[in-house]
């Protein structure tokens, strides 16, 4: 008979006891917040290095980058970490940054070596005939806005701050964004049904 | 167009849109485990370090211990220093009466202090004089 994989126990932990247990606590202890944090938050900063970047490879290397980030926050030899935001607002633009800095160097050897990486246009990740596609008529700004409201579930204020813009500047650009989305051929019969 | 302020899309449309980004899944399992073992390797280093700080804490203690010792020490050095080994009696040479007399002279003087004077005079000439 095979035996049944080990059913890992769920942490009822929230985002920031297990912050502070990776801050403080014993060996054991802070390994474990740590696998529950990345348990937890993994499929959000491969989604938004996979979007910065459409490329897998890119999205894996982004994802490892940013937990390393992350794990060298704490002791030893980080200072720790106080949540003052939520998690995902710390990870997302590092997430984003990584992608695009691997991008970049792809780009760079792809290139050839003596081409200035800042010479490069900037190649924003195409939109594929799948549903992204729906999205496709949005400048990738505003697509990322959309996608961080509806799919990421992220409040205004917590887009404002990934996104280091205002909140106003959040709730007028998805404003315009869901009028593009209203009026677009491809997208106009959701709003009608 | 619609000039109210407008923050929702239609259901079926974010269904679609979170359906999709669901099957962005290819975090493989050996990635999982890479990241774990960052993860365990820095806290391991946590207890590792926490482990040499505690020899020096001890060696701290210990480190004030001696230093108590060392001023109770000194302050008897201070006392042996006053036992200075003289002609007390006026015999034209410095011996074991001389040490009694110090002796007597000092009583809050340590037994082994006295006792090392002696031995001392005594290793110097074995009548027991400083001659």
Known sequence: ?193 | MNSEYDDKLPQELIDKLVDENRSVRFITAKVDREIESLAEAHFAERKAARTRARPAWIAVAASVLVAVFIVQTQQRGVDSDALRLEDLDGSGRVDIVDVLALARQNPNAQQTDIDALASALVALSPKGDAS
């Open chain 1, 1 to 193: 008979m095979a035996r049944m994989p080990a059913v890992r126990k769920r942490d009822h932990r929230s985002d920031a006891e297990l912050i502070e247990a990776c801050n403080s606590g014993d060996a054991k202890d802070a390994t474990t917040a740590f696998g529950e944090l990345y348990r937890r938050h993994k499929d959000f900063v491969v989604r938004v290095a996979y979007r910065s970047s459409d490329d897998h490879q890119i999205a894996l290397d982004a994802l490892q980058e940013t937990f390393t980030w992350l794990l060298k926050q704490f002791p030893p030899p980080g200072a720790g970490i106080t949540l003052t935001a939520k998690l995902t607002s710390y990870l997302y633009p590092i997430a984003r940054n990584s992608a695009l800095t691997l991008l970049r160097k792809k780009q760079r050897f792809t290139a050839g070596s003596d081409v200035d990486p800042d010479s490069l246009p900037s190649q924003e990740p195409q939109a594929s005939d799948d549903i992204d596609s729906l999205l496709a008529v949005l400048p990738a700004e505003r697509r990322e806005l959309v996608l961080l409201r509806f799919v990421e579930g992220m409040s205004m204020n917590e887009i404002g701050d990934v996104l280091g813009i205002p909140v106003g500047t959040v709730k007028s650009r998805l404003h315009l964004a869901i009028q593009q989305l209203r009026n677009s051929p491809r997208t106009k019969t959701f709003f009608d049904l």
